[in-house]
């Protein structure tokens, strides 16, 4: 028997209004929490996630939902281990979604470079994108309990959009020196 400890939460919603539901998942995907059941959520145990929960549950309720809130262990490895692949399942889709923006990026300046579009604007615009890209990954990161496959990809990737910023930063710069 396993013994590391995890909270589960299930709630009741009345069917209208529907902004109630989609509150509630989006505090639970922001959390990181994997939905295994219809409205039945996990979370590895901490206190951080039991506080969220507590406050979600509280507004759940205020608002006409039932909710449940539990602290389990699961009976069986293989269970536990299951519930860990849906982690590391939702993170990867995570990361995906950032090295496909990550391509959108290297595009981006590709064609602004071809342009030799190398205005202040223009970096700054790539800037404001490339830290997006990077608040974006820490966000995931936090998430990321389990060590999913794709983190150490994307944090390459990452260092690639930095590296591409840069070079095309310095062109912008020079570009500018001789106006």
């Known amino acids: ?3 590391n400890k ?6 009741n919603l009345p069917s209208e209004p529907s902004k109630l539901r989609v509150k ?13 059941n219809q409205s039945m959520w996990v979370l590895p145990f901490s206190e951080k996630n039991h506080s969220v929960l507590d406050s979600l549950s ?17 009976m069986e490895e293989k269970f536990e281990q299951r519930v860990i692949e ?8 995570e990361y995906e979604e950032i090295i496909d923006k990550c391509e959108d990026y290297f595009a981006e300046i590709e064609r602004e470079t071809s342009r030799k579009n190398f205005t202040f604007a223009e970096a700054e615009e790539n800037e404001e994108e490339l830290e997006k890209l990077l608040a974006w990954f820490e966000k995931i990161k936090l998430r990321d309990i389990y060590g ?6 994307t944090e390459e990737i990452l260092e690639k959009c930095k590296n591409v910023f840069e070079e095309f930063n310095n062109k912008v710069y020079e570009n500018e020196r001789e106006d």
């Open 24 to 36: 509630a998942w989006r505090k639970l995907k922001k959390l990181g929490a994997i939905n295994i």
């Open 1 to 3: 028997m396993t013994a």
């Open 58 to 74: 509280e507004e759940l309720e205020n608002n006409n939902g039932e909710t449940f809130i539990m602290q389990s262990v699961f």
């Open 86 to 93: 849906y982690f590391n399942k939702a993170r990867q889709i």
């Open 6 to 11: 995890w909270l589960v939460i299930t709630y």
């Open 148 to 153: 999913s496959s794709l983190r150490k990809s």
